[in-house]
């Protein structure tokens, strides 16, 4: 009696979980509406929509859709003071700003390329060649070859897609070669919420991309080297563009906090080993899916397109260093310092 009473248990909880995953399913949007290009450039020059440019994470918009706008340009970014490097970017700056939505909610999204307004060269430089652009929201599921193609300079691409899945997604140009697409600066984050939100509330929350830039010297400016890249010798490995930033002038947040990390490993090409000195990840919810949990994790390792959720506590007062603990990037500069107070 007792064997057929657990076995009457055991069943009845798988056909929860069925009918909880067939609900859930049954709530997916596959695919939408033909993606519209067009010749007309947006009107308005600044992002728009529930983004922020990390480590600053945005808040959720509320409503069934959400409008979602930033451009592609052409602009010298200073990776270190003596560096300045002919980038490509989403919106402003590398990474590209941050998106959060809610699984449920549809992004209304659309992006020109503005590669053809280059501005901020100085009178001696030479200015950086048009080119065409796109871009791959991993956290969508569309056609590739509708949604993500390439548009001209000059040119506006508008198309929605709907969010299925929790998680930590990366989007990134998409263009061949990609490779030299990504290596210029034009990679960011997507964080999707589920739809009752993460299971816990954080008292703090700070978004990092980590990012790999391959650089060769061309007169007075720094270019992308794919030469490097395709034999994965990087030049710096920084977190949110910049190498050691956040040692120079470290994050600040309390000691006791509960602190949830966004994470994202943009690659291209190498993994990360992400460690906090002095504390133990809590939990880890890798791709920032909640049903992928694990607890008690000295470090988090992402491969290229990789994410994660991560949350810990810093005991007390005291610097933090946080680190890729492969050394080799973090001399390159994957470091940085949360400053407990």
């Known amino acids: 009696m007792k064997r057929l009473l657990a076995l009457l248990s055991l069943a009845i909880v798988w056909c929860s979980c069925t009918n909880q995953n067939t609900n859930e399913n049954s709530k997916m949007v596959m695919g939408s509406p033909n993606a519209k290009v067009t010749n007309v450039p947006n009107t308005q020059r600044t992002i728009k929509g529930p983004l922020a440019y990390a480590p600053q994470v945005p808040k959720i918009q509320d409503g069934d859709t959400v409008e979602v706008k930033f451009d592609v340009t052409h602009k010298i970014f200073n990776i270190t003071n003596a560096t300045p490097f002919t980038a490509w970017t989403f919106g402003d700056s590398i990474p590209g700003p941050v998106l959060r939505i809610r699984v449920g909610q549809t992004v209304k999204f659309s992006m020109t390329d503005r590669s053809n307004e280059v501005a901020g060269m100085a009178m001696n430089m030479e200015p950086m060649k048009p080119m ?39 989007y990134h140009c998409g263009t061949p070669m990609v490779l030299l697409h990504m290596i210029s600066g034009m990679i960011g984050m997507v964080i999707v919420e589920p739809r009752g939100g993460y299971p816990d509330k954080a008292d703090q929350e700070f978004a990092i991309v980590q990012n790999e830039y391959y650089l060769k010297q061309s007169g007075a400016l720094f270019v992308p080297d794919t030469s490097t890249a395709r034999i994965k010798h990087p030049t710096y490995v920084t977190f949110n563009g910049k190498p050691a930033q956040y040692a120079i002038h470290p994050i600040h947040v309390k000691a006791g906090e509960k602190i949830r990390l966004y994470l994202l490993n943009a690659g291209p090409n190498n993994a990360t ?19 992928n949990e694990m607890e008690g994790m000295q470090a988090v390792y992402l491969g290229p397109a990789t994410g994660a959720v991560v949350e ?28 407990a107070d």
């Open 273 to 291: 080993s992400f460690h906090v000195i002095g504390t133990i990840l809590d939990k880890v919810w890798f791709d920032g899916n909640p049903k």
């Open 132 to 170: 065409q652009h796109s871009i791959d929201f991993h956290a969508a599921m569309v056609n590739p070859a509708d949604k993500y193609r390439s548009i001209q300079p000059g040119e506006t691409i508008s198309f929605t897609w709907t969010a299925n899945y929790p998680g930590v997604f990366m």
């Open 312 to 339: 810990f506590v810093l005991p007390e007062k005291g610097k933090y260093t946080f680190v890729d603990h492969s050394f080799a990037d973090a001399e390159m500069g994957a470091q940085g310092i949360f400053q």
